[in-house]
């Protein structure tokens, strides 16, 4: 069965980085798309970042300039590095994709505080 695990969440202090990972089992990962999502309290989950099979980006407009998305098909592993980090970054991260259906990994927690 899809199985994504997600890793790398932490707490930061503003200005910091962190990247995530996310390995994917159970698919053809150089075949798939794939992208992060963040859920804050109290708010929906929204889209960070995503990535084609053909290395292709796009960003929310709230992370551009400071996040980056990127895949290694070798290790089925898409990671999310995270730079200039702000408090409103606050948020469980979640790896994702797409096959007939939405997959979600468990998520990971990033707090960005001081």
């Known amino acids: 069965q899809v199985q994504l695990v997600e890793s790398g969440g932490g707490l930061v202090q503003p200005g910091g980085s962190l990247r995530l990972s996310c390995v994917a089992s159970?698919?053809?990962?150089?075949?798939?798309?794939m992208a992060w999502y963040r859920q804050a309290p109290g708010l929906q989950r929204e889209l960070v970042a995503d990535?084609?099979?053909?290395?292709?980006?796009t960003y929310a407009d709230s992370v551009k300039g400071r996040f980056t998305i990127s895949r290694d098909n070798a290790k089925s592993t898409v990671y999310l590095q995270m730079n200039s980090l702000k408090p409103e970054d606050t948020a469980v991260y979640y790896c994702?994709?797409?096959?007939?259906?939405?997959?979600w990994g468990q998520g990971t927690q990033v707090t960005v505080s001081s």
């Open positions: 994702s994709t797409n096959i007939y259906r939405y997959y």
């Open positions: 159970g698919i053809i990962f150089s075949i798939n798309s």
């Open positions: 990535i084609s099979s053909g290395g292709t980006t």
